[in-house]
T-cell receptor, first 111, second 116 residues
Framework: RKEVEQDPGPFNVPEGATVAFNCTYS??????FFWYRQDCRKEPKLLMS?????NEDGRFTAQLNRASQYISLLIRDSKLSDSATYLC????????????WGAGTKLIIKP | GAVVSQHPSWVICKSGTSVKIECRSL??????MFWYRQFPKQSLMLMAT?????????EQGVEKDKFLINHASLTLSTLTVTSAHPEDSSFYIC????????????FGPGTRLTVT
């Protein structure tokens, strides 16, 4: 089983719709969680950190479910510019400190 | 803030030559920098973790003698691909942490290497 798993997609969504991604992680000791966005042939950019209580940044809402070991990203009122690959990232913060990257979920927003 | 630059942005070289890629944190000091490689349609793969003033820690399967990493200062890390082969053609991305252990990384724009 992969340490961080994501549905690769692609998710084809009409503009204005709401879309949600889930990401599961296998290490229960994981401490920090992030969503990154990567445009085609570009470097990943930090979209938002995910806090235990859940957090919102404009149209984006991230949630963490420790019991089930998954994090989610919700995008409301999707824009064409939201088309990208969304990467789930987990940090175990143990002696082998390392960010573990999911393979990403591709999102395509259609007009 | 938290800007990371990479140079060059793309490079084409012949088999057997060496290529050096620079990664700089422009407006902060980075005690830890990371080097990733990404093949087309695949996720980022961590190659090595680089701490200023010490030897880099390489991931399993990454040849340290082939991918030389030097982190001489708090704002500069370099990756040298030695004796490059066509299979080394990839997108190389560096990142830096603003705060050690924070988990938030800021990425350089990447370097596209093509070995002919």
């Amino acid at each position: 089983r992969k340490e961080v798993e994501q549905d690769p997609g692609p998710f084809n969504v009409p503009e204005g719709a709401t879309v949600a991604f889930n990401c599961t992680y296998s290490n229960s000791a994981s401490q920090s969680f992030f969503w990154y966005r990567q445009d085609c042939r570009k470097e990943p950019k930090l979209l938002m950190s995910v806090y235990s209580s859940g957090n919102e940044d404009g149209r984006f809402t991230a949630q963490l479910n420790r019991a089930s070991q998954y994090i989610s990203l919700l995008i409301r009122d999707s824009k064409l510019s939201d088309s990208a690959t969304y990467l789930c990232v987990v940090n175990t913060m143990d002696s082998n400190y390392q960010l573990i990257w999911g393979a990403g979920t591709k999102l395509i927003i259609k007009p | 803030g938290a800007v990371v630059s990479q140079h060059p942005s793309w490079v084409i070289c012949k088999s057997g030559t060496s290529v050096k890629i620079e990664c700089r944190s422009l407006d902060f000091q980075a005690t830890t920098m990371f080097w990733y490689r990404q093949f087309p349609k695949q996720s980022l793969m961590l190659m090595a973790t680089s701490n200023e003033g010490s030897k880099a820690t390489y991931e399993q399967g990454v040849e340290k003698d082939k991918f030389l990493i030097n982190h001489a200062s708090l704002t500069l890390s370099t990756l040298t691909v030695t004796s490059a082969h066509p299979e080394d053609s990839s997108f190389y991305i560096c990142s830096a942490e603003t705060r050690q252990g924070a988990g938030e990384q800021y990425f350089g724009p990447g370097t596209r290497l093509t070995v002919t």
